[in-house]
């Protein structure tokens, strides 16, 4: 039946991460950028190492990567960020990642066919968490340079579906020599590096669609703070609750967050319908109204305006209006009431699109053609290239002052 065509499509996803990746800090140890002018001559090494600790590993870079970015702050601050891609070397055929979440990761790079870093690694070894990297410009250019009067730093790693650290040099014994070189050791306090460089923090906030469409946002944009928070199978209500949860244990506000829902709503009000007088009615009796999804989703834009960011609404991935037909779309129903459920969605997720579209947020177009979905509900590899560049133009917008 269609119950169980729509089922599969949100079982297919639900591997993916959806929550926003918590941040874990860890105590620095040492940090250090060195320049003798030149991009080539620059050299970054930072270390850090907490005993005692409860982080733990969280996500698997050896998957989806990593990204690394440094800030230094002073007379001349500066800042990078540098991607830590997983994969294979082309030149000396082995893996850029190798470990696990127990033995902890080794990122190597020593060619500098992704960039500057030549080494990360970090571990939990006899109860001490430890992170220490090396970057050095003779491959590939450093933009962070001494600067000058330098007053602190930090260092933001973060795991490609999984969680970040923040290593944090705001205290502890200071040297700074002017644009050659800048140096801080054994702070005491520990911080959050999210939000640092002056970086737009985005949020892309949603459900199963969310989640696979994100990725794409924070690889082609690295000059933003992309949290991704894309939860399957989440309804408009929940979302709601989640999105202030969100708000609420983060401890940087975001500048944008772009929200997509309510298609998951569409598919529990499709389940409601009526045809015994030879015409369809849906959503009896009445489970899901689209003004009610609708409602929901102005809601949590405003909760994004009340703590200080730009919302953004996404439609549902529907051309609207679906072209009706005995055929159902030419998809091969295996139950009578296949055909009424799938004109139930359409019309359902239509309704939403057009109060959307009628109401006070900014909407970002996400109705697709039928070529970019894999199911009913979710977008094949091209979709999500398409629906991640319709979202970045979008917030890219936003993010003019």
Known sequence: MFHHLVLAGLIAVATFRGALGADQTILGGEFAVK????????????SASESGT?????????????????????????WQTFQLAAGVSAITHRPFWSGDAIRGFTYLDW???????????????RGAFRIDATIDGRDA???????????????????AGGDSYSIKFADGLIASNGTTEFTIKRPTQQGTCRGIAGRPVVWLFGDSITALYCPLVRQAHPEW????????????????????????????APDVVLIEEAVNDCVVGAGSFD???????????????PAGAASNLQTMADTARAHGATPL?????????????????????????ACPLLRCLFDDACQVTSLLMGGPTPVVDFALTAAFFFDLLHPNAAGRSVLAS??????????VP
């Not at 992309?226 to 983060?250: I, K, N, Q, W, Y």
């Not at 319709?390 to 993010?399: G, N, Q």
């Open 35 to 46: 320049s003798s002018g030149q991009p080539d001559r620059r050299r970054v090494v930072f």
């Open 54 to 78: 409860d982080n733990v590993i969280v996500g698997n870079p050896t998957i989806g990567g990593a990204t690394l970015t440094a800030v230094v702050h002073g007379t001349t601050p500066s």
């Open 111 to 125: 060619l500098g066919e992704h960039g500057p870093v030549k080494q990360l690694k970090m571990k939990i070894s």
């Open 141 to 159: 250019p450093v933009d962070l340079v001494p600067p000058t009067q330098g007053t602190d730093a930090c260092v933001l790693l973060s795991i």
């Open 225 to 252: 703070d992309v949290h991704c928070s894309g939860r399957p199978g989440e309804v408009t209500r929940d979302g709601m609750v989640r999105l202030e949860e969100t708000f609420s244990a983060s401890t940087v």
């Open 275 to 289: 045809v015994s007088d030879g015409v369809l009615t849906c959503d009896l009796p009445n489970p899901f109204l």
């Open 313 to 337: 609404l996404a439609t549902p991935l529907y051309i609207c209006p679906v072209p009706s037909g005995d055929t159902c779309l030419s998809l091969p129903p295996d139950a009578p009431d």
């Open 390 to 399: 319709r979202a970045a133009e979008a917030i890219a917008t936003a993010l």
